[in-house]
């Protein structure tokens, strides 16, 4: 028999209540497309599953999939990400939720198979845990579900690895890819609500600062440049030679880690691999750095090798462990090496998520109205395109538009 939900208290919705209508003022794309597809309930009779963080901004997405038809189920995708307050108020919403803030990595497989056991028809995932339960241990489920979408830089890889394997059991579309989602969520929403965190959860000042970004992805790109807007000197570690350059470039340091830990006040993972901060560079960091990942897993920051190494640890602030090496350095790491905007702050602002879940709710759309084969594919591009144009259509902007002259122009290899 399967649970309506699990949460860890269904009092706090008002709470959650308010978040969310505080988020949904200020996504004016999901909800245009909301509007626009209400009453087709294009969604009617599908089961939707999510694996996604369970904040306000999600439960605006899971909210509308609710009012385009869909029955919903929910497990959060990092257990402290999880906001207990929306979890209870999406459960008033009639979402079937299971999750909640602080839950351990036992609880978390159980409320992933939770989620599945409401038979989804399609995945929306975000770190490619839903997909892989399905193929390691629930392949009973793979005949009804149509396929999915996934939004992070970690579940595509995982996606695109299980592919190259042959395993990847039903089509999955590549949000995380998508324009509307690469551009503005990974570079200018990582950018923002990775500081945003540091900040709040450390109250320290970044002017004057070194700070070591690891990877210079556009999660990296975007972490750089509020760093150098905030006044810190910024040094950029790369194993990627192209990307190396164009930090160089950009205005940035470029050296390997063995370097930059010696000179680092914070260091920002934002890689998507793993150990990338770990012994050797732990070793000769300068006493009271700050140590935060903004990749999906808890990998990156290798926190093994800390408890290891520590001869004491204790908590001076919420979110922030500080680690006591034999010489008496601190180490202070933020949101236990998880995710750091969301482990310590509020994720990404809202209107880069407005964004996001559009493209979620389109791909989802998309996934339950066409048959593809099992496989990795991109967003296709009108779906892609139509969320930059919902968003200037929200704004008020009008773009110039090309005649068929020069239509015809582009398309011919004539002068």
């Not at 794309?29 to 009617?44: C, F, Q, R, W």
């Not at 975000?126 to 892989?132: L, M, P």
């Not at 926190?303 to 979110?319: G, I, Q």
């Not at 496989?375 to 395109?385: A, I, K, M, Q, T």
């Amino acid at each position: 028999m399967r649970n309506e939900f699990r949460i860890a208290d269904i009092k706090l919705a008002p709470e959650g209540h308010r978040r969310m209508e505080w988020a949904w003022e200020y996504m004016p794309v999901l909800k245009l497309i909301a509007e626009k597809e209400a009453a087709s309930k294009p969604l009617d009779g599908v089961t939707v599953g999510a694996c996604l963080h369970l904040e306000a901004k999600t439960a605006c997405l899971l909210k509308v999939l609710r009012g385009l038809g869909a029955t919903v189920a929910a497990a959060g995708s990092n257990p402290l990400s999880t906001q207990d307050p929306i979890c209870a108020a999406l459960v008033e919403e009639g979402v079937h939720v299971f999750s909640r803030r602080g839950m351990s990595a036992d609880e978390y497989g159980d409320n992933l198979r939770e989620m599945l056991g409401w038979d989804p028809q399609v995945i929306i995932d975000d770190g490619g845990d839903v997909v892989a339960m399905v193929v390691g241990e629930r392949r009973d489920l793979v005949k009804n579900i149509m396929g999915g979408c996934e939004e992070t830089t970690t579940g595509i890889k995982r996606l695109r690895a299980m592919a190259a394997e042959g395993v990847l059991p039903f089509p999955m579309l590549a949000v995380n890819d998508a324009q509307s989602k690469n551009l503005f969520d990974n570079r200018y929403g990582t950018g923002q609500s990775v500081w945003d965190a540091m900040l709040r959860t450390t109250n320290l000042m970044v002017a004057g600062k070194s700070v070591v970004i690891a990877g210079y992805g556009w999660c990296g790109k975007g972490a750089s440049k509020r760093a150098a807007g905030l006044g810190a000197r910024v040094i950029v570690v790369e194993v990627d030679p192209h990307r190396a350059l164009e930090a160089l470039m950009d205005g940035f340091e470029v050296m390997n880690m063995n370097d930059a830990a010696k000179l680092g006040d914070v260091f920002i993972s934002v890689t998507g691999d793993t150990k990338v901060i770990r012994r050797e560079h732990f070793e000769v960091m300068k006493d009271g750095v700050l140590l935060a990942n903004a990749g999906h897993f808890d990998v990156e920051v290798y926190v093994p090798d800390l408890r290891e190494m520590a001869v004491k640890t204790y908590s001076p602030r919420a979110n922030v462990d500080t680690y006591v090496m034999p010489d008496g350095r601190r180490l202070h790491l933020l949101g236990e090496g998880r995710l750091v905007n969301l482990a310590a702050g509020d994720g990404h602002p809202v209107e880069i998520m407005d964004l996001s879940f559009a493209m979620q709710l389109l791909s989802a759309l998309y996934i339950s109205q066409n048959k593809l084969s099992p496989g990795l594919y991109n967003v296709p591009y009108e779906l892609d395109r139509r969320i930059a144009e919902l968003k200037l259509e929200t704004l008020g902007i009008t773009i110039e538009k090309l005649t068929p002259e020069q239509e015809a122009y582009m398309a011919s290899w004539r002068e």
